[in-house]
């Protein structure tokens, strides 16, 4: 369910409280300045009634002219302030969101994040967040100082006459508030659809590239390229009918700024009102319509802006699939179990009633066909996600009683596919342990059968691996995943498919350091190769979500 602007804006400002002495000094010098602005106008206009002797203000000539040009001083220098305070808040902020943004990532990592595209996530990071910038640097402020100057103005005129006073408050409100809500109504939808659709170009964008060499090779080039122009020229659609929505309101905003000066021209001639002060009244509400018009021009970048909004607070508020235990047990590794475990992804049921033990200083290997169930009985392990029934134990603790740093470092974890930073072999090795010296992390890919090949680089450790691991094979990519691993070296130690992607010979080197290292440390392997099995001191099939 999609939430209101209105909530969206107060979520959006309660992250300004910490600025808040910085966005009081910008509204307060946006409200001068504007006055300034206003002033120079209406003096101009009296100085022509003071020419022709017909002014009902005390201002000589060269009073008014010096007064004129204060003014024009004044409103520079405050026009500048407003702006410097302005964009100093929102780019504070924006690192501020950017943090957050991190940080509910990190929390919602991994299990709520697998089904979301990274091409949106990316479209979320940058792209949304930036648009925000518009809220916090243009609509903020405008806002506040469009409210004050109003209100003072809505005095000012009021002193001529409180019945032409009393017109000036409908006419900024009309222009203010009812055009731009009516229009940022209208409009919000497309605002919204506009950035999940680019959301969705970016995931389709990033997977093409990623998949560039397959594309290619089966000739489907042309049809992703297809995909790509009409996916494009959907969301040009929907930028067109934004840009038609903007112009639109614009006109509006124009037309009603043109018709209310002339209904105040008018209720100042049915009330009578004097000919000096008539003037000054129609130029003073003239002259002040600027800062309502910015909030009417604000409508139509605001469709798109609160639909940033709307998925940057939804992403930050999310709540994830297990919270972090900061204040738990750290008990010592004495083995792992799984009780009467059942999970399902959504209505597919994975694991039914599923019981198992791994003990201490064993190597106990788990097999089953594609979709039994198997990773995720890893990820139950990492308590990566939670089982609705049953319980994961290590050392006889449900792992949702151990504080989640410490959990973390009793096991280590390979995945099938090992991702790679834009880092050197070295560095993205190190990753197991970012304080381990250069000798713990030679031996770590000494036991994945890494290390001959490092040296034979011309960099060495020190190699870059390219964007993704690029300039790496498939094989040398996985044994820097099993390096990790060992760097790590935690007594729980699960691999899923560890050496799916070696040949005879880098298997053996790998299955024999696991052998050798088995001593008081409990690994689960993942494998359907049965040279790999071969070295496991018992196995369990999964099938149908039990054990056999």
Known sequence: MRRSGIRIMWGLLGLLRPLSPVMVLCILMGTAGFFCAIAITVLGVNLLLTAADLSPWAFSFSAGAAVMAVCAAARAALRYGEQICGHFIAFKLLAVLRDRLFGALRRLAPAKLEQRGRGDLISLITGDIELLEVFYAHTVAPVCIAVLVSAGMVCAIGVFHPLLGAAACVSYLIVGCVIPLVSSGLGRRQGVEVRDRLGELNSYFLESLRGIRETLQYSRDDERALEIAQRTEEINRLQGQLKKHEAAASSWSGAAVTALTLLMLGAGLLLSVPFPDLLLTTVMLSASFGPVLALAGLSATMDQ???????????????????????????????????????????????????????????????????????????????????????????????????????????????????????????????????????????????????????????????????????????????????????????????????????????????????????GRTVILVSHRKSTLSIADSSYTIDSGRLS
């Open 305 to 519: 802006t609160l639909a940033a909004g709307e998925r940057v607070l939804t992403l930050m508020e999310e709540a994830p699939e297990t919270e972090d235990i900061l204040q738990g047990e750290k008990p010592d590794f004495e083995g792992a179990e799984a009780r009467h475990l059942s999970f399902s992804y959504g209505s597919e049921e994975i694991l039914r009633d599923l019981s198992v033990k791994f003990p201490e200083g064993k190597i106990i290997a788990v097999t089953g066909r594609s979709g039994s169930g198997k990773s995720t009985l890893l990820k139950l392990l990492m308590r990566f996600w939670k089982a609705p029934e049953g319980t994961v134990r290590i050392s006889g603790l449900d792992v949702g009683r151990i504080q989640t740093d410490h959990l973390r470092s009793l096991e280590s974890y390979m995945i099938q596919e090992t991702d790679l930073f834009h880092d050197s072999i070295g560095d993205n090795i190190r990753i197991g342990k970012p304080d381990a010296a250069q000798e713990e992390v030679e031996r770590a890919a000494e036991k994945a059968s890494l290390h001959d090949f490092i040296m034979t680089l011309p960099q060495g450790y020190d190699t870059p691996v390219g964007e993704l691991g690029g300039t790496l094979s498939g094989g040398e990519r996985q044994r820097i995943g099993l390096a990790r691993a060992f760097l790590h070296d935690a007594p729980l130690l699960l691999l899923d498919e560890p050496t799916s992607n070696l040949d005879s010979l880098n298997e053996g080197s790998v299955l024999k350091a696991l052998s050798e290292s088995r001593q």
